[in-house]
């Protein structure tokens, strides 16, 4: 089985438009950024470097989605840690993050992990399912994560 990159970026998509919703109905100045499909492997690469999901006052949001279950408390994470990005990912990006928005597919509650935690975070070498390929991944702990009224009013400070 390989690994569809157009399912898989639509679905990406369709969560970051569900967090761009959300962060506008809160009073977020946010951008979604539109789908784009890379036309082949050089492409990718340009994706890779400059893709964005979310544009705000603040800089670019990450959005990720998880099949884990979670609700809107940070404390109340199921898990110890998180996988936030491959670090092939976040080292490539030109402009980085200054949060990831992860989203759970089950329940749509929305926890946020600040890249300004990067010092907490470690690589770990793991293998992914949906790509059938080991990768290093940045984790952190559940101590890092944020709610999503924190990162409104962060982003809500930034635009005055």
């Given at each position: 089985m390989t690994f569809d990159y157009r399912s898989s970026f639509e679905?990406?998509?369709?969560y970051s438009r569900l967090v761009t919703q959300r962060?506008?109905?809160?009073?977020?100045e946010a951008d979604l950024q539109p789908l784009e499909?890379?036309?082949d492997v050089q492409d990718r690469e340009r994706f890779t470097l400059h893709e964005k999901d979310i544009v705000t006052a603040a800089g670019v949001l990450e959005v990720k989605s998880s099949s884990r279950v979670f609700g809107d408390d940070?404390?109340?994470?199921?898990?110890?840690?998180?996988?936030v990005d491959t670090l092939h990912g976040f080292n490539a990006k030109v402009?980085?993050?200054?949060?990831?928005?992860?989203?759970?597919?089950?329940?749509?509650?929305?926890l946020v992990v600040p890249v300004s935690?990067?010092?907490?975070?470690w690589v770990q070498n793991l293998y992914d399912?949906?790509?059938?390929?080991?990768?290093?991944?940045?984790?952190a702990n559940k101590s890092v994560l944020r709610s999503?009224?924190?990162?409104v009013d962060w982003l809500k400070g930034k635009q005055r």
């Open positions: 679905l990406g998509h369709k962060l506008q109905d809160c009073g977020v499909f890379a036309r940070p404390f109340d994470y199921p898990a110890s840690s998180l996988i402009r980085k993050p200054v949060a990831y928005c992860m989203v759970s597919q089950a329940t749509k509650a929305m935690s990067r010092h907490e975070w399912r949906k790509r059938e390929i080991y990768d290093d991944f940045l984790l999503f009224a924190e990162l």
